[in-house]
């Protein structure tokens, strides 16, 4: 190791080091330094590995195990793939047992722990075979697609029994004076266990794959932080000259959960963390959901004290799509349309919106634009005043 630190300060201050790239020194020390990590984690287990376990060696049913010998394993890393011998311990007609093993808490399977970890978050946002590209082309590691779908599905095998653990969040600064939920429903792809050949041509009306909803909901603390409409409207539009604002206060102790079991069973347990996570510096209560009509009932029911309100974005994002039909994406007035109709809306002068963007639905109607011809239904639904109002 102490070769290998010379080398390396060799190669960054030597002469060679004048005509190299940065990618290329970053890169090479990057492998360089994932080797030495290897080297370290095999050094960890081989000093553990040489205290032979104290005779016997019981086990749960009572039977006494002796040293029988050093087994091999094999153990993949972040930093690669680690081999060494740990102590064996055995009885006649019993299979071996390694200590060691329930001593370093060692996976059921040869993958670390952190390489499954870091595999699963891959596969949240995408396909195993992304998540497998990415984890080879970061850490250069050579990881199955079929090694990923198993550790999704043992992780997915723990989260029940990780919800069921009393959740013990830090205790609130009295100035968390707003205690916040969050509630929002997700397509997930379902995958069949034996995926049926694929058709070449869809009938009508006929999807690729089937989704069902994951109810996701969220729940923390929160301080209170004052803005003007016109200093939310600068933020969400990203004003490259909005003047700098106070240090926004973050979320304490933020619980999410998801659920494939529908609202009926999400929104009961929320409201429960709710009921929970009450302090007696809570003065405000907020609920915060998108336009979802079946929803928003959940909310009333289970969360009564709960002011409803309607995420900022899913409102910003009707706008945006209004405007790319009445103006076109790429016309240079496009964000102060937006911008017009988005500070009475932060302000709270909702009738006044809905109002003007009904009066411009009837002016493109007797012009016959575009804007009537091709609005989509997520900003017709801006339309149907019901939710907003």
């Not at 311990?89 to 370093?104: N, S």
């Not at 009333?300 to 103006?327: K, S």
Request: aromatic share 6%; net charge neutral; proline share 8%.
């Amino acid at each position: 190791m102490q070769n290998d630190c010379q080398n390396l300060l060799a190669y960054v201050t030597g002469p060679d080091a004048r005509v190299q790239t940065v990618y290329t020194v970053e890169l090479t020390r990057f492998r360089r330094l994932l080797a030495w990590g290897a080297a370290l984690l095999r050094l960890f287990f081989m000093t553990r590995a040489a205290v032979r376990p104290a005779e016997p060696v019981p086990t749960p049913d009572g039977t006494r195990l002796t040293y029988h010998d050093q087994r091999p394993t094999t153990y993949d890393s972040v930093f690669g793939t680690v081999r060494f011998g740990r102590q064996a311990c055995t009885a006649q007609g019993q299979h071996g047992l390694c200590p060691l093993d329930a001593e370093l808490s060692w996976p059921a399977r040869c993958y670390a722990d952190l390489l499954q970890e870091w595999a699963v978050y891959g596969t949240t946002d995408e396909s195993y075979r992304e998540s497998q590209t990415v984890l080879e082309r970061i850490l250069g590691l050579s990881l199955s697609a079929q090694a990923i779908e198993t550790s999704v599905a043992d992780a997915a095998g723990e989260v029940r029994a990780f919800y069921e653990q009393p959740a013990e969040p830090p205790a609130p600064a009295p100035e968390q004076t707003i205690l916040v939920v969050q509630a929002d429903g997700k397509g997930v792809p379902m995958v069949p266990a034996a995926p049926a050949a694929p058709s070449v041509r869809l009938s009508k009306g006929q999807k690729r794959g089937k989704k069902k909803e994951a109810v996701v909901t969220g729940l923390y603390p929160i301080a209170p932080y004052r803005r003007t409409p016109q200093e939310v409207v600068a933020a969400l539009l990203q004003d490259p000259g909005r003047p700098e604002t106070a240090t926004r206060p973050t979320p304490v102790g933020k619980e999410l959960r998801a659920t494939l079991e529908g609202k009926a069973v999400a929104m009961p347990r929320l409201g429960q963390r709710v009921t929970q996570r009450q302090g007696s510096q809570i003065q405000h209560r907020v609920a915060r959901t998108d336009g979802a009509e079946a929803l928003q009932p959940q909310v009333g029911t289970y969360l009564p004290e709960h002011t409803l309100g309607l995420d900022i974005i899913h409102a910003t994002e009707y706008l945006w799509d209004t405007a790319n039909l009445l103006l076109g994406e790429t016309h240079p007035h496009r964000t102060g349309w937006v911008r017009s109709s988005l500070e009475p809306l932060v302000a709270g002068q909702t009738e006044a919106v809905l109002a003007a963007l009904e009066a411009e639905q009837l002016s493109s109607l007797s012009r016959g634009s575009a804007f009537n011809r091709q609005t989509p239904p997520g900003v017709a639904k801006a339309y149907d005043v019901s939710p907003w109002r």
